[in-house]
């Protein structure tokens, strides 16, 4: 059976080099934080063009902590594609604003900057733009926008690690860039792992204070901010205790453990290679598929896509995931309900045919095998099963 996703064979590729990055945190004794952490914070900002890079958890707490860090605070709307992993929509009321779904394109599935710009109101303080499925969302125009309307822009590049739009990276291009490692992302840790990307100064501190329990002169810096007043760091005396047992502000545990980075630092220099290969199979799959019954997936001007998934539509779709698991091929649906349609957000008052093309997307499209060891023959099966589908 030729899975959609696979893990392990990546790990065989560079099995020596993860091991021996591995040991050596495990030898350090110092798991959390530190020096594997403060490399690969440097390494992975330089990577993207950004002046700093967080370490955190996941990224969804990425997500949740950059909304803080840009000001989101209770009762601001957020407006954000209906058409995502829960994550992006749970990240704003877990920040306390509430989520404002705007439909996706039908074509390339990212977020429509038409439909952003219709769900502004007086109560709008931020967008999440979601560069779906390895592809980046069209960050001049919302940016345009955003700007427009005084609204902060975070970007949600949970699938979009190394993708570029216009030449810049995914992550770079808003008020912060939000990353998750989950192990079958393009980057990929052994476990959870997520970064908070940013030019700002500000908020990059205070994504620092929030990290680690709100604690030290990260958060007091961001106690002077959130509560608008002056603070004197010179004047702060910890009496030779440890900075972290002094807590300013409310704040999360969530902090890159140093064994996710030593394994993400190694990986690292991979990224672009393993991404040029998932293009090369995009590209075979593109030539390959000739079957009129398949819509294959749409690459917006400008976007360099890095394929995290290869997704597909088909009018008969559950039929059809039959007819290739008969073949040997695993397929995956990536995501069949949007957002105004999950029993969560019932209270927004959403109803079905408020969002055409992500009820579209959720009801026809599924992933193809994509991660950068498929074999030939793999490939070649997939291209030879899609094309004798006769489900029109």
């Not at 790990?11 to 030898?27: F, G, N, W």
């Not at 005396?237 to 030593?262: C, E, H, M, T, V």
């Amino acid at each position: 059976m030729i899975p959609v996703m696979n893990v392990t064979r990546q790990y065989k590729s560079i099995r020596k080099e993860l091991d021996a990055a591995a040991l050596e945190v495990l030898h350090s004794g110092q798991y959390i934080l530190g020096k594997p952490v403060e490399e690969f914070e440097r390494a992975f900002a330089e990577y993207c063009g950004v002046k700093y890079a967080v370490g955190v958890g996941n990224g969804s707490d990425a997500l949740v902590i950059a909304l803080k860090a840009c000001g989101i605070k209770q009762g601001d709307e957020v407006i954000t594609t209906d058409m995502s992993f829960i994550a992006t929509a749970e990240a704003i009321v877990a920040a306390g604003a509430v989520p404002v779904f705007a439909d996706c394109r039908k074509d390339t599935y990212v977020i429509d900057p038409a439909e952003i710009e219709k769900k502004i109101t007086g109560k709008t303080k931020a967008v999440i733009a979601v560069h779906l499925y390895g592809q980046c969302a069209d960050m001049d125009e919302i940016n345009r926008i955003a700007k427009a309307h005084g609204l902060k822009v975070i970007e949600d590049t949970a699938q979009a690690a190394g993708a570029e739009y216009k030449g810049r990276k995914a992550g770079s291009m808003g008020d912060a860039g939000c990353v998750s490692f989950f192990p079958t992302k393009n980057l990929g840790c052994a476990g959870d792992g997520g970064m908070i990307l940013t030019d700002d100064e500000s908020i990059y501190r205070q994504c620092r204070a929030m990290r680690a329990h709100g604690s030290g002169l990260d958060a007091l810096y961001t106690y002077g901010i959130q509560n608008h007043v002056e603070v004197s760091e010179e004047a702060v005396d910890f009496g030779g205790n440890l900075p972290k047992y002094f807590n300013f502000i409310d704040g999360y545990n969530s902090r890159l453990d140093a064994l996710q980075a030593g394994i993400l630092q190694v990986k690292l220099p991979y990224l672009d290679s393993w991404n040029e290969r998932r293009r090369k199979i995009a590209g075979e799959y593109d030539e390959g598929i000739t079957n009129p019954a398949v819509c294959k997936p749409v690459t917006a001007e400008g976007n360099r896509h890095i394929y995290y998934v290869y997704a597909v539509a088909v009018k008969r779709r559950d039929e059809f995931r039959r007819y290739l698991e008969e073949r040997g091929i695993k397929s995956g649906v990536y995501f069949p309900v949007p957002f105004h349609e999950q029993k969560v957000f019932e209270k927004l008052g959403y109803k079905h045919g408020d969002f055409p093309n992500a009820e579209y997307v959720a009801e026809h499209t599924l992933v193809l095998p994509m991660f950068p060891e498929l074999t030939q023959e793999e490939i070649d099966q997939v291209i030879e099963a899609v094309n004798g589908w006769e489900g029109c």
